[in-house]
């Protein structure tokens, strides 16, 4: 009899042992995509976790309309929160972006003489920094997008007081 108790021991040691190996190595939230297609990956780079999605079908992120109570966007893979863009931006720079969409590359154009240093700055769609750069005066210059994502990126041009923002698409 005591030999039968030891075994039945043994054995809600081990399920309790499997159940509490389980609960250490538990499965985290993480966004993803629904779909026939695609794929998605967790990528850590300096302590600081990003979710890379894709799908197939899905060419850009363009394309919102949105009232007081909602929001609706073009594509399948939406953002957890909600994207809020300024409007009646005044620009004190006289700039032309071209072309835009692109693919490669765009140039700017100022319509004035540029006398000072002039700080560009990029972004994405959720406000976050691509990249940011101090170009010397000049009247023209190009900046180099072919190494970023499709999508909708923001350019924001400042010469000391002055600003110039617009919206680039690359395809």
Not at 11 to 34: D, H, N, P
Not at 82 to 93: A, C, Q, S
Request: hydrophobic share 40%; no cysteine.
């Amino acid at each position: 009899m005591q030999m039968g108790n030891s075994g039945y021991m043994k054995g809600i040691f081990f399920i309790l042992l499997s159940f509490f190996a389980t609960l250490s190595v538990a499965q985290e939230a993480q966004r993803t995509s629904l779909g026939m297609a695609g794929s998605n990956a967790s990528v850590e780079v300096e302590g600081k976790t990003y979710y890379v999605l894709s799908s197939v079908g899905q060419q850009s992120v363009i394309g919102v309309a949105s009232n007081d109570a909602f929001t609706l966007r073009q594509g399948y893979q939406q953002p957890p929160i909600r994207v809020v863009g300024t409007t009646n931006v005044v620009d004190e720079l006289d700039a032309i972006v071209f072309p835009n969409p692109t693919s490669a590359q765009v140039t700017v154009r100022f319509g004035a003489p540029v006398t000072t240093d002039i700080l560009s700055t990029l972004y994405d769609t959720q406000g976050r920094e691509i990249e940011r750069r101090i170009i010397p005066p000049t009247q023209t210059f190009n900046l180099d997008l072919s190494s970023l994502a499709t999508g909708a990126y923001i350019l924001h041009l400042r010469i000391q007081g002055d600003a110039f923002t617009t919206q680039l698409i690359k395809n």
